[in-house]
Structure formats: structure tokens, C-alpha cells
């Protein structure tokens, strides 16, 4: 199964960037001499803009690491080479294709002292992203993006069902300085013991600092309500996060996450980067 669905997910890759290609208008020089780059990462909140069409814009965290230490165990989850391609379509249209190839659970038992390890590929989440207003990220862009994960990884690293969402957010240049943006996003999640789906609401609060033409700041807040069946918890989050453009096509960035309340993961720390070809 793991191999058909690595198979799989090449194939609509390759499908993807073929069909942004051709919707390419290469006699355009406007769009050749377009120098759109907007990468989600590294923060948490989500850009309102898009990928230029017959364009792909991959996002890369080639580490991802989270950890949850509670009383009575330590969850350390690691997600390597985790990949969004984004691949225009439309002067305000872009799909999205998210995957990880290797995602690595070990789980300690802090009473015996037991620890397991689970390991595969995640689940892959396909998305379009449709801007309503500046598609280039400048002044206020806003977009809306429906998403839907299916369930290609296996055993405890899948969630052994779909899910599906959307996605609303709302980015504001204040000047050439500062920004605000506002990610809300509202999903049925697979409840945790698979058989159903739940609502999962969360909303993020960024604020973007310019510190040079190459280096931006980010501070995020995050306040996420999950009403899985088994138990209904609130989760906060505050991260902090810096990016690095040392070409106007390549972005390298670190990422800190802390959870600020017993429901929530401790720590997450992330080192990735974007590019687009």
C-alpha cells in the first residue's frame, strides 16, 4: 500500500505542475517580470495571496518537531521533509498538495518506562486557494481555501479517515514595516477513535515585522476549539518566527512554537524554507 500510495502522490504531482504549465502564459512578459513570493511559512497563519499561473511554489520544513509532555507520558513526533507544492492555475487560483514522506512517533511511558515507536507516511491533504482581493499579498488580501485530508498514511500516523475545512485568511499591509493578519479556519476533524468527525474551529492572530528588505519577523497567537467527541478542549499557542530571502525566489526560516495551556503540545520547533521554479 505504501508504495502504490508514493506512486500516487507523484503521479498528481507531476499532473499538477504539467497542468500549471500550461495554463502558463509565457508571451507575457508582465508575468515573467513578476516577482510574487509569498510563502505561508515560517508562522503559523496563512497568506491571502497566491502562486502566479504555470508556477510552482514549494515549502519545505525539513525538520518538524513537536513535543507533548504531560504526567503520565512524552510524545515526541517528528515530520521530516514536510512539503506543500502550491502550483497556479488562475491569475487568482492556486492548488495545493500537502504530504510528508516520513513521519516518526516515539512515546515514553513515564510509570513503567516503556517507550514505543510508529512510524510512516502522512496523510495527504489536497487544497485550492481562490484570492478575492490582491492576489500579489500587497495592501488587504483575502482569500478563501477549502481543503480536504485523505487518509493515505498507515496505522497511527494516519487518522484512518477524511477530513475536510476551509480556510479565510485576512492580511493587511500596514506600510512597508509592518503587517496584521487574522487566519480563521473551521474543519470537521476525524475524531480520534476514527468513526466520525467532529468540529475543530481556530482562529490565528499574526503580526509581520520587517527588520530588512531580506529578514521579517512574526509573533503569532493562536486560540483553537476542538469538540472531538471523546473530549472537548481548548488549545492556545503563542509562536514566534523569522524568515530569510536571500533571493527574491528563496526563502530559509526557523519557527518556535509554546503551548500556553495543559491541552496543548509544549513545544514545536520547525527549520525549513520555500522556493519557486
Not at 67 to 79: A, Y
Not at 198 to 209: K, M, P, Q, R, T
Amino acid at each position: 500500500m505504501g508504495t502504490a500510495v508514493v506512486r500516487l502522490v507523484r503521479t498528481l504531482l507531476f499532473t499538477a505542475c504539467v497542468a500549471g504549465a500550461a495554463l502558463a502564459h509565457p508571451a507575457s512578459a508582465q508575468q515573467r517580470d513578476d516577482d510574487r513570493f509569498c510563502p505561508n511559512r515560517p508562522s503559523l497563519g496563512s497568506s491571502g495571496c497566491t502562486t502566479l499561473p504555470g508556477q510552482v511554489q514549494v515549502e519545505v520544513a525539513g525538520s518538524d518537531w513537536t513535543l507533548d509532555n504531560n504526567t503520565d507520558e512524552r510524545v515526541d513526533t517528528i515530520r521530516f521533509v514536510d512539503t506543500i507544492a502550491r502550483i497556479g492555475v488562475g491569475p487568482k487560483t492556486e492548488f495545493q498538495l500537502g504530504w510528508s514522506p516520513q513521519v516518526v512517533q516515539r512515546t515514553r511511558n513515564k510509570t513503567s518506562g516503556e517507550v514505543s515507536r510508529i512510524s510512516g507516511i502522512s496523510d495527504l491533504t489536497l487544497a485550492v486557494r481562490q484570492n478575492i482581493t490582491h492576489a500579489d499579498g500587497h495592501g488587504l488580501s483575502t482569500a478563501v481555501q477549502p481543503f480536504v485530508t485523505l487518509p493515505t498514511g498507515r496505522g497511527q500516523i494516519s487518522d484512518g479517515t477524511w477530513s475536510a475545512g476551509a480556510v479565510v485568511p485576512v492580511v493587511y499591509e500596514v506600510n512597508d514595516t509592518w503587517s496584521l493578519g487574522f487566519t480563521a479556519q473551521a474543519a470537521a476533524l476525524a475524531d480520534e477513535d476514527r468513526h466520525g468527525r467532529h468540529l475543530d474551529a481556530s482562529g490565528i492572530v499574526e503580526v509581520g515585522y520587517t527588520i530588512s528588505p531580506s529578514v521579517t519577523a512574526f509573533g503569532d497567537v493562536v486560540v483553537e476549539r476542538d469538540n472531538d467527541s471523546a473530549q472537548h478542549v481548548t488549545m492556545t499557542q503563542l509562536a514566534g518566527s523569522l524568515a530569510w530571502q536571500p533571493t527574491k525566489r528563496t526563502q530559509l526560516d526557523v519557527l518556535a512554537v509554546a503551548g500556553l495551556n495543559h491541552n496543548t503540545p509544549d513545544l514545536r520547533l520547525a527549520l525549513g524554507g520555500a522556493f519557486v521554479f
